[in-house]
């Protein structure tokens, strides 16, 4: 049981993911790494903390000259520098030193702040990842994507760092709420969208499975999109091209998610951007309705929604969010449109027209 990818960077290997189904290697891949008598700090946030945090501790406290932890509230309100304020108050504190390493024991807000805290205090210590959701485990913790949200702008302070390893409990899903759960099913979809048809009908096809967490079926498809996002990011690791195509249904996905308050999960807005984003490539003439289609009933088929209900703000109002996101360039958003299931492209000429018309589609 298991399966390791290793991620290169700049054309060197940098980091390796590893797929296991328990805790029980963590110890030995990080005495692999050179960890001896460095100081260590789980940083993790409280619905995870009551889980697992004791266990990684004990798992951990033989490895390390010391192993503190620290937990913010769980959610994405607490994703911001007031939070990494705190984290470096803890390390400082705790006599830190650029030869200690954080461990980062959550979701991808856990992921996110802890690799920022890490890139930025005393100019950059080591940090690990081990993410406790789907959307981490297949997304956010893979590529050194690191930052926080500043006011209500999302992800707007980050910095890229790598991580020193990625290590995933594939055991840890069972105790995400089934909402989490199918939420972060939407960036694995997305996966196969963007790079892999053969991919997209695995899911379909395994869909049952999937929900029911089948070990095996989860270690492959985790694997497969472990594989799909790592490839991207080593070809482009900080955004200057292919790897905007992972943003594809992020740009309204962001705005919906924005405005709900975050009350609506980050999958689930991601799932309306796809479909938002399906219909402007059918409206291109670059996918067919049939395939529109196939794209909502895919998303259907593993409990993501194609289309929102009552949202109290107007598609105006969404598409004026989409132009506070960090991907704007040049005054033009940068969005993914489809060529086909399995395949995607950039652009920067969509009009404001057919963008609305995209977001009307979804409400």
């Known amino acids: ?188 979809i997305k996966h196969g969208f963007i790079k892999d048809r053969n991919y997209t009908d695995f899911i379909r096809s395994r869909s049952r499975e999937i929900l029911a967490q089948d070990y095996s079926v989860m270690e492959e498809m985790i694997y497969r999109s472990c594989r799909i996002k790592g490839a991207v990011v080593e070809r482009d690791p900080k955004e200057q091209g292919e790897r905007a195509l992972l943003n594809f249904g992020h740009t309204i996905g962001h705005a919906i998610e924005k405005l709900s308050d975050f009350s609506l999960c980050h999958g689930e807005c991601v799932a309306l951007g796809m479909v938002s984003a399906g219909y402007i490539s059918c409206l291109k003439g670059t996918v067919s309705q049939e395939q529109l289609e196939e794209l909502k009933t895919i998303l259907q088929s593993c409990g993501l929604p194609t289309s929102l209900e009552g949202f109290s703000h107007s598609p105006e109002e969404i598409l004026a969010a989409t132009k506070l996101d960090k991907k704007m360039e040049s005054g033009k958003i940068k969005f993914i449109l489809l060529n086909a299931l399995g395949e995607s492209y950039i652009t920067k000429e969509l009009t404001d027209s057919e963008i609305l018309e995209g977001i009307r589609y979804i409400l």
């Not at 030869?99 to 100019?123: E, H, M």
């Not at 081990?130 to 707007?156: E, H, R, W």
């Not at 910095?159 to 020193?164: E, G, I, L, N, T």
Request: a neutral charge; charged letters at 20%.
């Open 1 to 188: 049981m298991g399966k390791t990818i290793t991620v290169s960077y700049e054309g060197k290997p940098c980091y390796n993911i590893e797929i296991q189904p328990d805790f029980s290697m963590l110890a030995e891949q990080l005495k692999g790494l050179g960890y001896g008598r460095n100081r260590a700090c789980i940083i993790t946030e409280s619905n995870v903390e009551k889980w697992y945090l004791e266990e990684l501790k004990s798992l951990l406290e033989p490895v390390f000259s010391c192993c503190t932890s620290f937990c913010f509230p769980a959610g994405e309100a607490s994703k911001n520098t007031d939070t990494v304020g705190a984290v470096y108050r803890h390390l400082i504190q705790n006599s830190f030193d650029r030869k200690d390493v954080l461990i980062a024991l959550g979701g991808g807000v856990v992921g996110d702040l802890t690799g920022f805290a890490a890139a930025t205090y005393l100019r950059g210590i080591d940090f690990v990842q081990v993410p406790t959701s789907l959307l981490a485990q297949t997304d956010s913790s893979i590529g050194g994507k690191t930052g926080v949200n500043f006011q209500q702008y999302k992800n707007m302070v980050g910095a890229f760092y790598m991580p020193k390893l990625v290590y995933m409990n594939i055991s840890t899903l069972k105790t995400l709420p089934e909402r989490q759960f199918t939420a972060g099913m939407a960036e694995i």
